[in-house]
């Protein structure tokens, strides 16, 4: 009986596989390579989606960096409307000639909220250019980034460039404004209404912002992710500020 046993064994392991188990070796090994190739898949994906937020973050908060710097390089406030701000800077280098020095050169620049064709994102316009006297002296107040859903009907003066076109969250709530006002008045520190500055520019001492910046669409993060949004809470003071003023 044990003879016959082996013998049965012997001949079992002269055929080789059986066609079932070579049918259930392939399903398993078919499974087994699916798990594993869903897995790189994953990591991979992870790793791609955290590379792109990191990304995200950092061009967020570097607009934001660049926003910021641009209000603190006014030198007077010129015009003020809702969500629109209209001040000089001394901004690049104007040539002196021959052998005099070159010195700064005095910019007029527009800072505006504006509307895109998206609802889920606006942007905050930064023109560079506007002449110093004339059409256009005290702001464009009019959007003429690519992105705005409106056409710009007023003439642009020549040398006026669109500088920025942020990418920003849009207010919470429709009429709410991104920047708000700050005067001395009595050695006290407080904010006065958007009219009031509109009225009296160079009493202002300070503006400030609220604002959540976001980071570009890509290819990886598939449109704007808000969660990756810098958000600017800040005053910023004026160089033309006087506690006299």
Same mark, same amino acid.
Not at 179 to 204: C, E, G, I, L, W
């Given at each position: 009986m044990r003879q016959r046993l082996i013998r049965r064994l012997r001949e079992r392991d002269e055929r080789g596989m059986t066609l079932i188990e070579v049918v259930v070796t392939v399903g398993l090994t078919a499974i087994v390579m699916a798990m594993a190739t869903f897995i790189v898949i994953n990591v991979l994906n992870e790793t791609s989606g955290e590379q792109a937020s990191i990304s995200g973050v950092q061009q967020a908060q570097l607009a934001e960096r660049s926003f910021t710097q641009y209000l603190r390089s006014s030198v007077t406030l010129l015009s003020v409307q809702n969500n629109d701000l209209v001040f000089t800077s001394y901004t690049g280098i104007a040539s002196g000639g021959g052998s005099a020095p070159d010195l700064p050169q005095l910019q007029t620049i527009e800072a505006q909220l504006c509307p895109t064709t998206s609802k889920y994102v606006d942007t905050l316009e930064v023109i560079y250019g506007l002449p110093q006297t004339g059409t256009g002296s005290s702001g464009l107040h009019e959007c003429i980034a690519p992105s705005s859903p409106t056409s710009t009907t007023t003439p642009i003066p020549a040398g006026v460039r669109l500088a920025e076109a942020f990418d920003i969250l849009p207010p919470v709530a429709a009429g709410t404004d991104i920047?708000?006002?700050?005067?001395?008045?009595?050695?006290?520190? =407080?904010?006065?209404?958007?009219?009031?500055?509109?009225?009296?520019?160079? =009493?202002?001492s300070a503006i400030g912002i609220n604002v959540t910046f976001l980071p570009p669409p890509g290819g990886a993060t598939k449109g704007y992710h808000t969660e990756l949004g810098t958000t600017l809470q800040t005053e910023i003071f004026l160089r033309n500020f006087s506690p006299t003023s």
């Open positions: 920047f708000s006002y700050y005067r001395y008045s009595s050695d006290t520190f =407080k904010q006065v209404t958007t009219a009031y500055a509109a009225a009296n520019p160079t =009493k202002v």
